[in-house]
């Protein structure tokens, strides 16, 4: 039972365009949710975070918007640069009930910018 | 530096014959885990530790054993490796949960 879902494999844009990645889920009881990113022969890095008590996080390019009612989160990336190009993760975390600690990832989601 | 280091980065093995796949982190963290990565389906966890001594089941812990004897340790020991469990596996590390994690480099492991 995939509990974080990321239904795009892939996503191409433009360069300085908008990308939008988006993740499901269905666990109510998920309290954090976090992006990282994943280049070839590397291992994931972090992006940016947000807590179930907020409903939007920015950090320079990046944005992530949290919509509990849809059990829906999704990264905003503007400008995209061909750097981006890579997997995103999307994770969600546990922090009470009987899965305390535990950090459920999605399938990913392959950014191509296009330059 | 920052760092979690996995060994080995490469590694063929038997099916049967035991190994260990060892992590360290030098950011005195208290929260590990092992992933492993598969075509389609993301990364998975295996095991997590919230402290030394305390360990418990990520979702896909059948296979894999894992000990937090002290802080900056995680070996992931599969006692008996079978074809199924050739991934990609990743060591992280962080403060809680769900802080920001640092990974490892990868570890490829081939079951044959």
């Known amino acids: 039972d995939q509990q974080v879902k990321q239904n795009s494999p892939s996503l191409s844009v433009q360069e300085g365009r908008i990308s939008i990645l988006n993740c499901d889920y269905t666990?109510?009881?998920?309290?954090?949710f976090l992006w990282y990113k994943k280049y070839p022969a590397e291992g994931p890095t972090f992006l940016i975070s947000?807590?179930?008590?907020?409903d939007k996080n920015e950090d320079g390019r990046f944005t992530v918007f949290l919509n509990k009612s849809a059990k829906h989160l999704s990264l905003h990336i503007v400008p995209s640069q061909p750097g981006d190009s890579a997997v995103y993760f999307c994770?969600?975390?546990?922090?009470?009930?009987?899965?305390?600690?535990?950090?459920?990832f999605g399938q990913g989601t392959i950014l191509t910018v296009h330059p | 530096e920052a760092q979690v280091t996995q060994n080995p980065r490469y590694l063929i093995t038997v099916t049967g014959k035991k190994l260990t796949v060892t992590c360290s982190q030098n950011?005195?963290?208290?929260?590990m885990s092992w992933y492993r990565q598969d075509p389609g389906l993301g990364l998975r966890q295996i095991y997590y530790?919230?402290?030394?001594?305390?360990?418990d089941k990520g979702d896909v812990p059948e296979g894999y054993k894992v000990s937090r004897k002290e802080k900056r340790n995680f070996p992931l020991i599969l006692e008996s490796p079978s074809p199924n469990q050739t991934s990609l596996y990743f060591c992280?590390?962080?403060?809680?949960?769900?802080?920001?994690?640092?990974f490892g480099q990868g570890t490829r492991l081939t079951v044959v």
């Open positions: 666990n109510s009881m998920f309290d954090y």
């Open positions: 950011m005195n963290h208290e929260y």
């Open positions: 992280a590390s962080s403060l809680q949960g769900f802080t920001e994690a640092f």
């Open positions: 530790s919230m402290n030394v001594e305390v360990t």
């Open positions: 994770a969600a975390f546990n922090a009470g009930g009987t899965s305390y600690g535990k950090l459920t």
């Open positions: 947000i807590s179930s008590i907020k």
